[in-house]
């Protein structure tokens, strides 16, 4: 195991707790969430020998996600740290220099080390966070975007104040069609840009204008006179939300070249190592719920563009050359993230691997990253009794982990142990896929309560994963199951879109189906059934108890409740109100009624409780709140936890992740009948 290389006690510099390991082994705990480290964008080195990953954890002084960057041969020796704090690691052509983006005096910078004397150095002095880095061809140059500040005239013009008058603060003009995000709150204007810099330093040019996005990682033309980019200049722009068109930046007078042109999004180049072909991500728009990202090919200029992947019926979500010949490719099969190859004039993906680890730490979301050069590839590898490590894979051979992270922490803990299971949907007879967590020490001969936790998204998919929420509540003497009902993805598009305004709807029946079959194995006290789940699982959750009484006690988290105001309220409403529905609440009203869970709320007699982020934009807290009105008005046992300055994404603070789990387990405690539970 190796972990932080000075020993320490108590909190190590890194901000890390170090845990304490006796020789008995113990369940896991919550404070335990602060030791776990992980593996993330792992990038090897242009000769394939080294490989620079970010070395992930929780800082239990910050309460905050902190990465690292540390360094390995490909053979797993030498292993060192590389930089205190960084992410987005890039390798200059040579092979000789890292660049990487980290906090200085509070704000991000691009910085530079170089390999042969250890020499770090900060190239920028930006005010805005840097993104996307990339090495020109040459090494002499590196692109990256940046947001830049719209320089929008006010609406009115306000008098001068009296010297030392105390005035409120200025007014906020809104008039963009997205005003606000997710964990971002209320944004000034602004539109992201692509930048240029020497890599010894120097001044930062802009190299786009406009009052547009350019999105995404820029990529070098083999010359290094111009940048491919993706982005939306269409004038209408705001309303075609995942639209966006390939593009030709020149670098010497910032002329943009259109390369493709259709309905749908066109994003992620990559040329390959000849630089005679482009390849990139993108599909024909249909205006489904769910679309599945293809792997399309053309000349260096997208000309005679052509799919790859067209009969291939899984999302690729990432792609890296092979040379000139082929393309790997990252796509999640059965809850699993995969790598596979695909010859560049077409054929067959092959499949190489399907242990790509999902780094979203909380819950069993699948996921990961990987990079390659040449047939070598580096990428995070997960197990349900680890977070993510670093593997590597040469040629035909098997992948060979190069870390383990948490050994000296996990192997001293006893986990709840994780086994999948298929069950047939009582809807069509469908074939669920689903896992059952039984808690440390289950001994089959005794009774336990049941969770059911239900995954958001609902277009997401989770996977035989390591999931330090999931292992607090079996910890916690629960058998939990989770399960990827109709409308998960990586079973392909048929399945995905099987949800197509009708979502909540048969997803209930494969839930319950889940259900039965694990009260079926046996071990289970059916007097104390839960049932939660966060964001389409809170949404589901809200469904189900509006739809049965069988669960003892619920939690419903950053759910929608009532469809028409969460598409008027929600930062994306864009692409609800175009994709989720057909029409707008005031044209389509019965669909948002009878797909609302506020709409069954009549029926509810299970005591459920909201949990919502007082900063989430993504689901307002006023949909909790509707459902939670609603039920006191009814007089039904409700609560409603509210988490301050959280995001949709409650578990970005670990203290945030912590606190969700354990008022979920204290609201089922509560309502917990002590008639068969285990002893």
């Known amino acids: 195991m190796q972990r932080i290389i000075a020993a320490c006690l108590g909190v190590c510099a890194t901000g890390l707790l170090a845990v304490p390991v006796t020789s008995q082994a113990r369940p896991f705990e919550p404070m335990d969430v602060f030791a776990l480290q992980w593996v993330d964008n792992p990038q090897i080195s242009p000769d394939g020998n080294r490989i620079v990953y970010q070395r992930m954890g929780f800082s239990v002084m910050q309460d905050r996600k902190q990465s690292s960057l540390w360094m390995t041969d490909a053979d797993g020796r030498n292993h060192r740290p590389l930089a205190d704090s960084g992410f987005n690691p890039v390798w200059s052509p040579d092979g000789r220099r890292i660049a990487y983006v980290a906090a200085s005096e509070g704000s991000a910078q691009i910085q530079m080390h170089w390999l042969d004397g250890g020499q770090d150095a900060q190239l920028t002095g930006l005010t805005e966070a840097p993104e996307n880095l990339v090495w020109s061809p040459d090494g002499r140059w590196l692109a990256f975007t940046m947001r830049v500040d719209a320089e929008d005239a006010p609406l009115a013009s306000m008098p001068k104040a009296p010297e ?114 482009l390849a990139w991500l993108g599909f024909d728009d249909k205006r489904h719920p769910y679309q599945a990202m293809q792997l399309n090919i053309g000349n260096a200029d997208a000309s005679n563009a052509r799919s790859l992947t067209s009969s291939f019926d899984f999302s690729i979500d990432a792609i890296s050359w092979d040379g000139s010949r082929g393309l790997w490719l990252q796509f999640d099969d059965h809850g699993r993230g995969c790598l596979g190859w695909i010859a560049a004039s077409g054929g067959a993906v092959k499949r190489v691997t399907c242990e790509l680890g999902g780094t979203e730490i909380g819950r069993p979301y699948s996921g990961g990253s990987f990079s390659s050069v040449a047939d070598r590839l580096a990428f995070t590898s997960g197990t349900t009794s680890s977070p993510p490590n670093l593997a590597v894979l040469a040629g035909n051979g098997k992948p060979r982990m190069l870390t383990d992270l948490d050994a000296n922490l996990l192997d001293h803990i006893t986990l709840g142990k994780v086994e999948e299971i298929t069950v047939k949907s009582s809807a069509d007879g469908r074939d669920i896929q689903a896992w059952v967590v039984t808690p440390p020490g289950f001994d089959p001969a005794k009774k336990y309560p ?87 699982g809170g949404a589901l959750t809200a469904w189900i108890v509006g739809h049965t009484d069988r669960f003892r006690a619920a939690v419903s988290a950053k759910p929608v409740i009532n469809w028409s105001s969460f598409v008027l309220t929600s930062d994306f409403y864009p692409f609800f109100t175009r994709y989720w529905f057909t029409g707008f609440p005031w044209e389509n009203a019965e669909n948002y009624v009878k797909r609302s869970p506020i709409t069954y709320v009549g029926n509810v007699k299970t005591p459920t409780m909201m949990l919502v982020g007082d900063d989430d934009h993504r689901t307002p807290a006023s949909e909790a709140e509707q459902f939670y009105q609603a039920l006191k008005l009814r007089k039904v046992d409700t609560a409603m936890v509210r988490i301050p300055g959280a995001s949709h994404a409650i578990n970005a603070r670990p203290s945030n992740m912590i606190a969700q789990v354990l008022n979920t387990i204290a609201w089922f405690e509560k309502h917990r009948s002590p008639a068969k539970s285990a002893k």
């Open 164 to 277: 030392g008058a105390k005035w409120a603060a200025p007014v906020k003009v809104i008039n963009r069609v997205i005003y606000r995000m997710d964990g971002g709150g209320y944004v000034d204007p602004g539109y992201t840009h692509v930048f240029v810099i020497s890599s010894d330093g120097g001044p930062a040019r802009q190299v786009t204008q406009g009052k547009h996005n350019f999105d995404g990682q820029p990529i070098w033309a083999r010359d290094g006179k111009s940048l491919i980019v993706s982005a939306n200049l269409s004038d209408d722009w705001e309303y075609q939300p995942i639209d966006s068109e390939l593009y030709r930046v020149n670098l010497a007078d910032g002329s943009v070249t259109r390369l493709t042109e259709r309905a749908g999004p066109d994003r992620a180049p990559a040329l390959s190592s000849d630089g005679k072909q």
């Open 450 to 536: 049941l969770l059911l936790e239900i995954h958001g998204g609902p277009f997401a998919a989770y996977g035989p994963w390591f999931a330090p929420e999931i292992q607090l509540y079996a910890a916690a003497g629960y058998v939990v199951v989770y399960a990827n009902p109709r409308g998960s993805t990586s079973y392909g598009t048929e399945f995905a879109n099987l949800i197509e305004n009708a979502y909540p709807g048969q997803d209930y029946d494969d839930l319950m189906s889940v259900v039965d079959a694990t009260i079926a194995r046996g071990s289970i006290d059916t007097d104390n059934l839960f049932v939660t789940g966060g964001s389409g």
